[in-house]
């Protein structure tokens, strides 16, 4: 049975299916196993397509947001995030994600859900959110995509221009599923299906 749950203004925002789970696996360390919803589609992008993975590091009760160096949206402020690369588990995506941003090793705890949008860069994104805990590693930004980073209240992210955000209206999305405690389990994502 498929569930679905569309926002007011239509954006899709989470969507699961009843399955038979085999093995959980949350912690980013593990590489092999785990759970994963992989597309097989080159580059993981198709048609305009962007499959993409955020996390929010939260540590007392303070969300870490980083500021982007890449030219289409420099100095803007976003969740650590990138690109699901070819055949990578979406949960080992989103780990190596804020590794390489931030330094830190993540555990994922769960998720706000799967946002579908028009990103200011003009690419369709389906956006997979996770939360995470830092479990190790130290802050170190990789200064060619990432030039600043700030723990921030998850309030102060809903006050506008208090800081330019990327994707304003999705990032207001996830911190308003934040506040209200909309999170989902990770057993969401199953194991990722091998040939």
């Known amino acids: ?12 925002t989470f969507m699961s299916a009843d399955v038979v789970i ?3 696996r949350n912690v980013c360390s593990n590489i092999s196993g785990g759970y994963s919803l992989t ?15 955020s996390v929010s590091i939260i540590r007392e009760e303070k969300v870490l947001m980083v500021k982007e160096n890449k030219s289409s949206v420099k100095n803007k402020w976003n969740f650590p995030s990138g690109r699901i690369e070819y ?4 949960l080992d995506a989103a780990c190596r994600e804020v ?5 830190y090793d993540v555990r994922l705890t769960g998720t706000t859900g799967i946002y579908n949008f028009i990103s200011s860069s003009n690419h369709q994104v389906i956006l997979f959110h996770f939360i995470g805990e830092i479990i190790g590693g130290s802050l170190l930004l990789d200064t060619r995509e990432i030039i600043d980073s700030k723990w921030l209240s998850l309030r102060d992210l809903l006050v506008p221009e208090l ?3 990327r994707d304003k209206e999705v990032i207001k999305q996830i911190v308003e599923n934040l506040i209200s405690e909309k999170e989902f389990p990770l057993t969401l994502f199953n194991n990722k299906f091998r040939d």
């Open 1 to 12: 049975m498929n569930r679905e749950s569309r926002c007011a203004n239509g954006q899709f």
């Open 39 to 53: 597309l097989g589609v080159p580059n993981m992008t198709q048609n305009g397509i962007v499959l993409v993975v």
């Open 22 to 24: 085999y093995k959980q």
């Open 163 to 165: 800081i330019e955000l």
């Open 87 to 90: 055949g990578e588990d979406i």
């Open 99 to 103: 590794k390489e941003e931030t330094g």
